[in-house]
């Protein structure tokens, strides 16, 4: 079992970065499926970006594409999220997640498909 620890979040000005952090111990990194996902106030989590175990292969929701970046460094157990040219629509409280990998094909876009997550992390884009 893997537990999840994030860190980065903060208060930044639009156009600003920032770069998030997930740590990971208690299991096997590179058997992992990573993911960050979000929640605003009043809405549901939503899908940011996720990785490969090897971090060859990266996805990204539409309206971050271009801006944030994930890799992953499996030596380190650790899952990073740079966010760049930031706005408001960014604020939200950032989750890192990870699915143990079977071979068997999932949706990463889902939150049901990850067991574990981190506490979460908050990010505030001001205006």
């Known amino acids: 079992q893997v537990q999840l620890v994030e860190s980065g979040g903060g208060l930044v000005q639009t156009g600003g970065s920032l770069t998030l952090s997930c740590a990971a111990s208690?299991?096997?990194?590179?058997?992992?499926?990573m993911a960050w996902f979000r929640q605003a106030p009043g809405k549901e989590r939503e899908f940011v970006t996720a990785?490969?175990?090897?971090?060859?292969?990266?996805y990204y929701a539409d309206s971050v594409k271009g801006r944030f970046t994930i890799s992953r460094d499996n030596a380190k157990n650790t899952v990073t999220l740079q966010m760049n040219s930031l706005k408001p629509e960014d604020t939200a409280v950032y989750y890192c997640a990870a699915r143990y990998l079977t071979g068997a094909y999932y949706d990463r876009t889902v939150v049901y498909e990850y067991r574990y997550w981190g506490q979460g992390t908050q990010v505030t884009v001001s205006s």
């Open positions: 990785i490969s175990s090897s971090g060859i292969s990266r």
């Open positions: 208690g299991g096997t990194f590179v058997n992992y499926g």
